[in-house]
């Protein structure tokens, strides 16, 4: 527990923390202000009290009334700055993590052109890469953002894979205007396929849903910025007004913060890398134009039909996309070697690095470049280009994500380190940073630390399949046939495909009776993996609650309803008013959310994501109000 006199108070600071403590009439009232200061300092993870700190508290006070505090004052002004305190700590958004929601009062596409220029106001003129995998693309604002940002911006690089539907104008699709500006910094694949079966009344192939090879359903980007991982946005929101402004949906943002965020990141960038490269899964334009008259002709002549006449469009692939090397960055409130060496090099000593280090292990991390300058005055001549390198990440070290480096630059020793590693590719994820002592943590060494761990885990889990193939697998990207550490149908934790459908049923797997599962789900199929585990999380006792979208979910209702007649904790609910098109749940402080229903062709045929956020209450209680907020807007199944 940091007590007041361990602070490192600003220069700005003290002046003002000198007035707020004269206002005390006793050493205990002095006490207690300096308490809330210390809370203040520890809003952005560090034992450093800014100005701006201490001003959220000095305000508190002043607005609990003006000379001295008397002990209803006093009282009123310590409720303030609690209040003021917690509002900096989510402003700040330390581990990056932040969620947004249609229907709120927010455009979600506002917000995602917001975080695309920001991106560029990061990248600074350096090489940045933004790769898209979108199902539908119909925003007149994305549009523009996207074509404003390669125009101005010859450093940034535009990849974007989208579902076959896309690759023609109608409906107001986005991609064909923009391949039509020539722009080389804008390139375009489509999922490779043939959604289209032959019409006897019309004697010639007409499209059908249920003839696709695989959509490629996924909603999200990811950017590098000169080879660094940088920031990853995804869920059920498609690229639309109609989306933006008539259906429930969602969209997560993930800033390269920790080893938690930046897993996820190198995750959906290694995807969308795996899918541009596979000539069996994306096609570029002409090539896409070329395979549909081939499969068309196909079709026409199979039916005692004459081919058309067609001339084959001219070669246009971009050729192999290898994601760039991340060689300079670094994080100056990271644990990994290379944020120390990389810090050297760039100071061009390793004694002032060391200092940096020092400084930041007495007093907890740098909130910015600023605090930088001011706790090591010898880094105060650094330029703007040196400072474009450095990233102030949230100074902690997740359990469940982190590597053994990491873990051992944090202050664990190599044998805790190893022992951790060991225990979660058996066991899984550590539910808290107090479950370390299962792996021989002395408490003393937990509490020790605690400022620097956490028990976050963000993971990515993706489905794909090929055209042709005779089944999906885990993913295009490197890890595509990757397992996870999971729960089975029987409660045992071991090793399965970490498939789409895992990151879900792993959460239902899990529950105990009495815990609560929300569930809002757009598709729903009875016959669905993810269903099947949550009906059998509610008969082990599990309270249920799901809002499922009117119109393609009337059997997985029905059975719901079956559930709660026998009496289980089971209720449903159905969005009538308007297209309830999320796809997630809650189950305590773990959520997963994405692209993916519960139905066998998001198991087994489509290109998906599905996210898993564990141990991170914030994420779960956002994603639990919103499940309440469309939970009393519908109607019972």
């Known amino acids: 527990m940091t007590t007041f006199s361990q602070l490192k108070l600003t220069s700005a600071a003290r002046p003002i923390v000198d007035r707020v403590l004269a206002r005390a009439t006793t050493d205990a009232d002095r006490t207690r202000i300096q308490s809330a200061l210390v809370n203040a300092a520890g809003a952005d ?61 927010k455009s979600v596409e506002a917000r995602m052109v917001k975080e695309l220029q920001d991106a560029v106001v990061r990248a600074n003129g350096r090489p940045m890469d933004v790769n898209m995998l979108i199902f539908e693309f119909q925003s007149d604002v994305m549009e523009k953002a996207v074509t404003d940002i390669a125009r101005q911006n010859p450093n940034v ?41 032959w019409n006897d009344s019309l004697k010639r192939p007409t499209y059908n849903h249920g003839a696709t090879q695989g959509l490629n359903h996924h909603k999200g980007f990811v950017t590098f910025i000169d080879g660094k991982p940088d920031a990853l946005l995804t869920g059920s929101f498609n690229w639309s007004t109609t989306a933006d402004t008539k259906n429930y949906e969602d ?63 001219a070669d246009d692939s971009y050729g192999t996309y290898a994601l760039p090397s991340d060689t300079k960055s670094l994080d100056v409130n990271g644990f990994r070697v290379q944020d120390e060496t990389r810090l050297a090099t760039l100071l061009g000593s390793k004694t002032l690095a060391r200092t940096v280090m020092q400084e930041r292990a007495k007093f907890g991390r740098f909130a910015d470049a600023a605090d930088l300058k001011e706790r090591v005055p010898q880094l105060a001549s650094l330029t703007e280009a040196q400072l474009q390198n450095i990233g102030f990440g949230s100074g902690q070290v997740s359990i469940n994500t982190a590597s053994l480096e990491e873990l051992d630059k944090v202050g664990l020793t190599k044998k805790q380190a190893t022992a951790l590693v060991a225990y979660r590719a058996t066991n899984g994820d550590f539910d808290s940073i107090d479950d370390l002592i299962k792996v021989g943590v002395p408490k003393a060494t937990i509490t020790r630390l605690r400022a620097s761990l956490t028990a976050v885990d963000v993971e990515a889990f993706f489905n794909s399949r090929p055209a042709g193939a005779p089944a999906g697998g885990t993913g295009y990207g490197p890890d595509g046939t990757r397992t996870a550490v999971v729960a089975g149908a029987d409660g045992v934790i071991g090793n399965s495909r ?70 289980y904790a089971v209720d449903v609910r159905i969005q009538k008013a308007k297209t309830m098109h999320e796809k997630f749940g809650v189950v305590g402080n773990d959520v997963f959310f994405g692209s993916a229903n519960f139905s066998e062709s998001s198991s087994t045929k489509h290109s998906e994501n599905r996210i898993a956020v564990k141990n991170h209450e914030e994420t779960a209680n956002v994603f639990r109000s919103r499940f309440d907020e469309i939970w009393a807007k519908s109607v019972p199944g």
């Open 498 to 567: 970490a498939s789409v459908t895992v990151a879900a049923t792993d959460l239902f797997n899990r529950a105990k009776a009495g815990q609560t599962i929300d569930v809002a789900m757009y598709g729903a199929s009875p016959s669905a993996p993810e269903f099947v585990a949550l009906i059998a999380a509610a008969k082990r006792g599990a309270v249920v609650r799901v809002v499922l979208e009117d119109g393609f979910t009337a059997p997985a209702a029905a059975a719901l309803k079956a559930l709660a007649t026998q009496g």
């Open 251 to 313: 969209l997560t943002v993930f800033q390269n913060k920790d080893s938690s965020s930046r897993r996820a990141v190198e995750q959906f960038g290694g995807e969308f890398a795996g899918y541009w490269n596979n000539p069996d899964a994306a096609l570029s334009p002409n090539a896409f134009q070329n395979y549909k008259g081939t499969k068309w002709n196909e079709m026409l002549i199979a039916h005692g039909k004459p081919g058309t006449s067609i001339t084959n469009r």
């Open 45 to 105: 993870l560090n034992k450093v009290l800014s100005a701006q700190e201490v001003q959220a508290v000095a305000d508190a006070f002043e607005a609990a009334g003006t000379g001295a505090l008397t002990p209803d004052r006093l009282g009123i002004g310590i409720e303030g700055a609690h209040v003021a305190i917690k509002s900096m700590a989510d402003l700040g958004n330390l581990d990056g993590v932040s969620n947004v929601f249609t229907l709120q009062g």
């Open 157 to 197: 690089t535009f990849r974007v894979i989208a579902d076959s539907g896309q690759a023609t104008a109608s409906g107001g699709n986005a991609l064909p205007e923009l391949l039509k500006l020539g722009l080389p910094n804008i390139q375009v694949k489509f999922k490779k396929d043939f959604p289209y079966v």
